[in-house]
């Protein structure tokens, strides 16, 4: 988490589909999309949790130039500029002027060189086939600001503001766009030499890591937070771009082998959460570095966003940032109203209370604004840390319920001792050769989990439930790091 307030990106999410290929003659980016793409970059690498940087970053470049090379671009091994973000989120994603994004944790997800270039090849061909230029938008804004908006303008916030766990602004392709850019991205990373069929693996990983995320936070798969939820994986997608590889490399040819290479290159890369940001360890949200941590109601999920920290589950949603305090708690609660009232329209400004809570002054308000069918409590909680700065949660409900549902939450935000922050690990991807005698089990035991240790290695893997292990191969464990 950090301190400023997440910027809207207009950044489309990876999205994966099937077949439909259009042809036309090679074309330069435009000025103006490069240009606006090297603005947007710095603020958008920012609010993912910065770029990961050294040799891993090298990698994923390197096999980034490879498809590039193979796109319909004047001096195309040049034109796209890839980058590795040090977020926790699975996602990639591209911006017209050919700047194109992977995340380290959808990174750790692949199994193999050829997943990577996939997931490359799709985005660039979005930007090859000018999808963003061409596409109707389709935007939703999501996290707490956004709700408010929703509130502001009229929108019935009260049936969403559970699910909406914020992950910035997601913009639609429409399914033939994602049809072609699929059929790129396949074609691309043949011609460059990688294997075909790691597009439909890739696909069946992610819905196999996305069935997981809805069974460890005990939702319905269709309820979870991430891309999917705008852009559906499907048994038909995957069928579809299996046809795809078959055109390019008819089934029995041998693949070629890039899994040893990639396993080496993100031996050691951190999972999940990094502890700079701050960790999610099941309801509790830790961060050792600004010494601080909360706990979430029983049954809700925790987003970790780089502006912010989301909480959401069915009595409403909130959010947890952080300020300079330049006056009295009264003026920082009205100073984080005004910044919900500039998203769209004007929150009634309350007068304030005050209270203490572990220790720290406290100062809050509670205002109730309209929806459509609706109405909802909005609520600043803001605690004076040290002289200098306050944290503050915001919180939408329906109207009537205050902040009942997260009063748990409000009144659990406190300090970390020196011995909590330091106890606060992060963990690590760890390659290992399968000896004799092991199984996926004996091997998902070292897992640094304390649950779903078997579902979990076997996904990270991109195994099934009846894999048999063979002796001097490779998988995946993640381990806790020094």
Known sequence: MKTKLLAVLSASLLSLSGPALAQSAPRALGQSEVQQAAQQHPQLVEQFGGAVEGPLADYVAGVGRRVAAQTNLVNASGAYRVTLLNSPVRNAFAVPGGYVYVTRELLALMNSEDELAFVLGHEMGHVTARHGQKRQTRSTITGIGAAIAQVLTGSDVV??????????????????????????????????????????????????????????????????????????????????????AGQQRPPGIAAPQSRDRFLAAIDGMTYGDDPRQGIVDGRQ?????????????????????????????????????????????????GQVFRSLSSNGGQLTLPATQTTTINGMPVAYATTRASANRSQVDVTVTAYRWDADSAYHFVTIVPAGAGVSPFRETINSLAPMSASEAAAVRRRVIDVVTVQRGDTARSLAARMAFSDNQLDRFLVLNGLDANATLQPGSKVKLIVYGS
Do not use: C
Request: a positive charge.
């Open 159 to 244: 049936g969403q503001v559970a699910g909406q766990v914020g992950q910035g602004l997601l913009l639609g392709y429409s399914r033939s766009q994602e049809n072609e850019s699929d059929s790129l991205g396949v074609r691309y990373i043949s011609a460059a030499g990688f294997d075909p069929y790691a597009a439909p693996r890739m696909l069946s990983a992610m819905g196999a890591a996305e069935s997981l995320d809805a069974q460890l936070a005990g939702r319905q798969q269709s309820q979870t937070p991430s891309w999917s939820r705008t852009h559906p994986l499907s048994t038909d997608r995957v069928q579809r771009t299996r046809a795809l």
């Open 285 to 333: 949200f830790r961060h050792p570095g600004l010494r601080f941590k909360f706990t979430a109601p029983q049954g809700y999920t925790i987003e970790n966003g780089a502006a912010a920290v989301t909480i959401a589950g069915s009595g409403g949603q909130a959010q947890f940032g952080t300020g300079r305090l330049s006056g009295g708690l009264d003026a920082y609660v």
